[in-house]
C-alpha cells in the first residue's frame, strides 16, 4: 500500500483530511516574518473501530495532525469534514491544566472538566479514576508534592477515563513505573478493542506495530506512505538509516538531507538505494564487501548512486567516504575510480598480507594510510609470492 | 446563555480553583482577601487623613472609595487581558471555547473584590452615616462595571497573543487613567471643559457614581452612566465578532 490509496475499513466514515495544509510563522519581528510549513497536502480519511498510527521523525508534522484533528488548530488550506454531527474528538493530554497548589482530587476534577466531562459525570468516575491511578494514598494532598512519575500516573488515569469517541493520543504511553506501564498499556489494549477509534502517536514502534492496524508515515508533513504496520515501519526504518549515513557523507545534518529537495519523495529515494543495491550485489563491483564487510560505514554501491545522484543533481560533487572519514570529493568519475583502486588495493593487500578485508579497511582511515597502502602493495608485489 | 450552561461546571470549579490554587501558595490563604485591602484602606486613611490632613473634610473616604474601586478595574482588566496567554497550555491542547478563560478570570477578581467591598461598604456607612436609597442602585453599577471589565477584558485578551507588545501599551494606558481618573481629586470640581472630556472616561464615570451612592447617598447620574453603558455594548460587540473570526487561529498564535 502507498500513500496515494486511501484505507479502507468497514467502520462508518467519521471524519476526513481533504488536501490539507498548515504553515506556522515564527518569530515576532514587524520586519521579518518566517513560514514553515508543518503539514502539506495532506489527505486522510477516519472511520470508527479503526486504530490508527503515526510515525515520523520529531517536527514531521504529528502532533500538529493531532491538534487538527482535535480542531485545536484549522487547516489553512483544504478543510477537515466531520461526517457525523457532534463528533466528539479529544486529544489524550498528560496533567492538561494541572496546578501544583491543588491536591490530586482537585486536579482530577479540574482535569477532567477541561476534558469536556460534566460535573455528574466526573463524579461518576472520579473514584475509578483515582484508583486506576493507585495514587489513594496521596490523591488529597498538593500535586507540588507528587513525583514526576506519580504526576503523569495522575495524568494518564485523568486522560484515559475522559475519552471520547476518537481518542488522539500523543506520546502519553510508558508513563510511572513498570506496574503502573503494564497497566496503562492494558487499557490501551482495551481501548483498541472496543469500538472506539483510536489515533496514536507515539516513539514505540513495537508497541504500535502491536496495537494499530494502520500505520500513516509523515515525512516534511506529507504522507510518504500508509499501510500494515510491519510494512511501513520497515521502510521508514530504511529511509531513517539512509537518512542518517548520507547526512556523515554530506557532511549535512539529517534535517537538511530530509529537507533537501532532492528526497521529496523519500518513497522514491529508497527505491533508487534499493535497485541500485540489488544491481550493484548483482553486479562486479565490491560485491564481496557488501556482504562480509560491515566495516564500511558509508560507501558501498547502492549508498554512493544515491549519494552520487543526490550531489550531481545539487552541486556536480561526490564524496566518498571511508570508515567515517571523506577520502575523496569532486566530479563522480573520478571519485569512482579512486574508489574502485582502492577496492582493488584493498583486496590485494588482504590477499598478500593473509589480513582480512574487514580490518584492512578499519585502517585505513585517511588519505595517508591509502598512500601507505599503495606503498606496502608495491612493496609486496616486488617480492615472489610464496 | 446556552454555551456558557455546556460549560457552567468547568467554569464554576475553575474560579475555585484558581480561588484556592493561589491562597495555597500563601501562609494564610485566605485571610489576605482581607488583610491585604484592609492594610490598604488603613495606610491611606493614614497617611491622608491622619499625617498629611489633606483634601478637607471627607477627602478620605472619598479616596479611598476611588481607589478601591480603581484597584478592582485595573487588576481585574490586566488579568483578564493576559488570560489566553496564561491559558496557552490548555488552549494549545484542548478544543474549549476561548471565552472561558477571560471570563473565568473576571469573575475570579470579581469574587475577590466581594469580599473588599463588605468591608467598604461598612467603612462607607460609618464614615457618611447615612445607608440610604442609594445603596440599591449599587448592584445595578456594580453589574455595569463587571460587564465592561469583561468586555473590555475579552477585547484585550484577544489582542494580547497576537500582538505581545499590547500588555506593555496597556500598562502605560492605566498608568495614564490611574491619573485621569478622578482617584485623588474631584473631576467635577475642575473646570467643565476639562472635566467633560474626563468624564468620556468610563472609569472616572464608574468611580464617580459609587462615590455618589456610598458617600453622598444619592443615586449615580444616568447621563453620564451612558458612556460606560455604551462602550461596554460597543466592546462586547466588537469582542464578539472577533472572537468568531479569530477562535479558528488563536492556538496557532498562541503557539508561536
Redesign the interface.
Known sequence: MTAMEPLTSNGELLLSLNNVSLSYSGGRSLFKRECHKVLDGLNLQVHSGQTLGIVGRNGAGKSTLLKLLAGVLQPDEGEVVHHCDDLHVSLLTLQLGFQPQLTGRENAILGCLLMGLSRPQVDACLDEIIAFSGLDHVIDQPLASYSSGMRARLGFSVAYYAQAEIVLIDEVLGVGDHEFRLKSREAMFDAVCSDRTVILVSHDEHFMAELCETIIWLENGRCVMQGPPHEVLEWYHDYDHLVKQLAQGLQMTTEEVRRHPANADPLARLHIFRQGLKREREGNIATRFLEEESGVKFYYPGHREILSALLVEECGTTVWVENTHELARGEDHAVREAFLQYEDLLASFSRLSKVRVKDVRAAAVSQQLVSSLHTLVKHHRSKPVS | MKFLRGHR??LL??IV??A???S??LYMGFAWWIIEPAAHMLVLYVIFGLILERGGPGFVGFLLVGFVFWRWIDSSVKRTAQSLVQAR????????PKWLFPLSDVLSAGLRFAVILILLVGFAVLYSGQFGAAYWYLPALLLLNLCFIFALGMLLALIVPYF?DARKVIDNAFQLLFFASGIFFDISKLDSAVSDILYWNPIAVFLSGYRRILLDGVPPDPQTLMIPLFCTIFFLALAAVLYRLLE??L??AL??
Open positions: 461546571d468547568l470549579y475553575k480553583a484558581d484556592r490554587s493561589e495555597r501558595q497550555g490548555i488552549l494549545t491542547q484542548s478544543n474549549l505581545p479558528q487561529s492556538a496557532k503557539l508561536r
